[in-house]
Nanobody, 115 residues
Framework: QVQLVESGGGLVQPGGSLRLSCAAS????????MGWYRQAPGKQRELVAIMTSGGSINYADSVKGRFTISRDNAKNTVSLQMDSLKPEDTAVYYC?????????WGQGTHVTVSS
């Protein structure tokens, strides 16, 4: 049974930082492309960052230069370092893994950026 479990969300002031982590189990983690998505209230879920199994990385334009995705295949984890946070980064952040037709989501972790 595949599980993706996010952690690290919370309340942070504008300009602050948070680090999200996603622990994967029940899958051959190293072959999966791993990403982070977010969904703000009343909006569609959107891609934040993705890191392929080969190490290629893409970011949404809105987070380039502020967020950094990384993965540790030995620990089956993918992380998202979020710096210079803005109120518009407030959302539920989801971990996602996919390989061929297999696609899995975590349950999400809340990030609120507010003073």
């Amino acid at each position: 049974q595949v599980q993706l479990v996010e952690s690290g969300g919370g309340l942070v002031q504008p300009g602050g930082s948070l680090r999200l982590s996603c622990a994967a189990s029940g899958m051959i983690f190293s072959i999966y492309n791993m990403g982070w998505y977010r969904q703000a209230p009343g909006k569609q879920r959107e891609l934040v960052a993705i890191m392929t199994s080969g190490g290629s990385i893409n970011y949404a334009d809105s987070v380039k230069g502020r967020f950094t995705i990384s993965r540790d295949n030995a620990k089956n984890t993918v992380s998202l370092q979020m710096d210079s946070l803005k109120p518009e980064d407030t959302a539920v952040y989801y971990c996602h893994g996919y390989w061929t037709f297999r696609s899995y989501w975590g349950q999400g972790t809340h990030v609120t950026v507010s003073s």
